[in-house]
């Protein structure tokens, strides 16, 4: 790229793996962890070595009940609901993935209950976002989200407490204990696998799309 080193922040190793294909001269791809704190303290470590711009790229959950799974979200600023600081999304860096609307709400934990969700305003959930917004707005450097929807706004998401660790790796045999005590919730597990594959199938193209509009 041009313009310097842009970083694609990506909270787990699963999101790592589809974006890996991206990094090179230019591109970097870096994994925080799962929340805001980790994604804030890594981005702030990427800026002071180096890189003058970051996306914010992974899943997402849907608080408009329009969003379907695998919609891709490209919104116009970030909000942090723990906090209610916002951040605006740079014009420019994301312009490839799609339109600008709406805002992304960063929690600090799951949403997982269309309850819950319905108390937040905004175009979507994630857990990363604002960390990094906050890093690059500090620093003085561009920043932009690109998001893919795992779960609708109705979806009623499984517990991952426990089964899910915060760097994101998933725990099979700690999954399957978790179904055989509460089999109610193959349902819920089975939506959220086939949300991923579908956020997966639109995201990739969305980033190549900005990372090609960007360079």
Same mark, same amino acid.
């Given at each position: 790229?041009?313009?310097?080193?842009?970083?694609?922040?990506?909270?787990?190793?699963?999101?790592?793996?589809?974006?890996?294909?991206?990094? @090179?001269?230019?591109?970097?791809?870096?994994?925080?962890?799962?929340? %805001?704190?980790?994604?804030?303290?890594? *981005?702030?470590?990427?800026?002071?070595? @180096?890189?003058?711009?970051?996306? !914010?790229?992974?899943?997402?959950?849907?608080?408009?009940?329009?969003?379907?799974?695998?919609?891709?979200? &490209?919104?116009?600023?970030?909000?942090?609901?723990?906090?209610?600081?916002? /951040?605006?999304?740079?014009?420019?860096?994301?312009?490839?993935?799609?339109?600008?609307?709406?805002?992304?709400?960063?929690?600090?934990?799951?949403? !997982?209950?269309?309850?819950?969700?319905?108390?937040?305003? @905004?175009?979507?959930?994630?857990?990363?976002?604002?960390?990094?917004?906050?890093?690059? *707005?500090?620093?003085?450097?561009?920043?932009?989200?690109?998001?893919? &929807?795992?779960?609708? %706004?109705?979806?009623?998401?499984?517990?991952?407490?426990? &089964?899910?660790?915060?760097?994101?790796?998933?725990?099979?045999?700690?999954?399957?204990?978790?179904?055989?005590?509460?089999? !109610?919730?193959?349902?819920? /597990?089975?939506?959220?696998?086939?949300?991923?594959?579908?956020?997966?199938?639109?995201? &990739?193209? %969305?980033?190549?799309?900005?990372?090609?509009?960007?360079?």
């Amino acid at each position: 790229m041009g313009r310097g080193v842009l970083a694609l922040m990506c909270a787990v190793p699963a999101e790592e793996r589809m974006l890996r294909r991206f990094a @090179g001269p230019g591109v970097r791809v870096i994994v925080t962890g799962m929340g %805001a704190g980790p994604a804030e303290q890594r *981005a702030a470590e990427a800026i002071a070595d @180096g890189v003058t711009a970051a996306i !914010s790229v992974g899943f997402c959950g849907a608080l408009d009940p329009s969003l379907e799974r695998g919609d891709v979200v &490209v919104p116009a600023s970030v909000r942090d609901a723990a906090t209610g600081d916002a /951040w605006d999304c740079d014009a420019g860096l994301a312009r490839g993935a799609g339109a600008r609307h709406g805002t992304l709400v960063t929690s600090h934990r799951v949403v !997982s209950a269309p309850g819950e969700r319905r108390g937040l305003d @905004g175009l979507a959930v994630d857990m990363e976002s604002a960390g990094t917004a906050r890093a690059c *707005a500090q620093a003085g450097i561009p920043f932009a989200a690109i998001r893919a &929807v795992t779960d609708r %706004a109705d979806d009623v998401l499984p517990d991952i407490e426990g &089964v899910v660790d915060e760097r994101g790796h998933v725990h099979p045999m700690r999954v399957l204990g978790r179904l055989v005590r509460r089999p !109610s919730d193959i349902a819920a /597990w089975a939506r959220l696998a086939r949300g991923a594959r579908a956020a997966r199938r639109g995201l &990739v193209p %969305a980033v190549a799309a900005a990372i090609g509009e960007a360079a």
